[in-house]
T-cell receptor, first 111, second 115 residues
């Protein structure tokens, strides 16, 4: 069972950067780190994923530690629409594409 | 844009009824998944399918079955609904990629209440 550890909740102010941490100390060499978020009353939404190096897309950046035991999802300028539960998931390549969701981090964004 | 649709957003059924939850995706994905989401328990995988007519049990398959007769459609069946199956049900799909887990696309969910 793929395990990650995230804080239960975090708060941010609008237009400020947000750094969401995730620990995955038992990660294997072929596991990718995926991030999803779930807005209220919606299904989860893919945010970003990476293996070793830092990744950027239009939604966020993913910074992966050199030893790959932790990673950080960075929202560069939080908006009220970013308030959601954020899930960090480690996913191996032999699992038929399965993902194991943990409890995630509830992000509150204050105006 | 990939679209995953689920047949109902809200459903109310009686104990003992047979319930069908339908999921359709329009991107020719081989992989499809059914999850349920409950407060405090997060998303848990019920069943998944990696091809037509192929299915595999997830973490909590008891009380459920699935059907995948066409590539785009994956159905979750509650043979005899019980109150402990009251939950949010989420469907997802993805492409299979060797040695890697590709992103999943989720539907909006079906909130099922069994009374």
């Amino acid at each position: 069972d793929a395990k990650t550890t995230q804080p239960n909740s975090m708060e941010s102010n609008e237009e400020e950067p947000v750094h969401l941490p995730c620990n995955h100390s038992t990660i294997s060499g072929t596991d990718y780190i995926h991030w999803y978020r779930q807005l209220p009353s919606q299904g989860p939404e893919y945010v970003i994923h990476g293996l070793t190096s830092n990744v950027n897309n239009r939604m966020a950046s993913l910074a992966i530690a050199e030893d790959r035991k932790s990673s950080t999802l960075i929202l560069h300028r939080a908006t009220l629409r970013d308030a959601a539960v954020y899930y960090c998931i480690r996913a191996g390549g032999t699992s038929y594409g399965k993902l194991t969701f943990g409890q995630g981090t509830i992000l509150t964004v204050h105006p | 844009d990939v679209k995953v649709t689920q047949s109902s957003r809200y459903l109310v059924k009686r104990t003992g009824e047979k319930v069908f939850l339908e999921c359709v995706q329009d991107m020719d994905h081989e992989n499809m998944f059914w999850y349920r989401q409950d407060p405090g328990l997060g998303l848990r995988l019920i069943y998944f399918s990696y091809d037509v007519k192929m299915k595999e049990k997830g973490d909590i398959p008891e009380g459920y079955s699935v059907s995948r007769e066409k590539k785009e459609r994956f159905s979750l069946i509650l043979e005899s609904a019980s109150t402990n199956q009251t939950s949010m049900y989420l469907c997802a799909s993805s492409f299979p990629v060797r040695d890697r887990v590709e992103r999943q696309y989720f539907g909006p969910g079906t909130r099922l209440t069994v009374t």
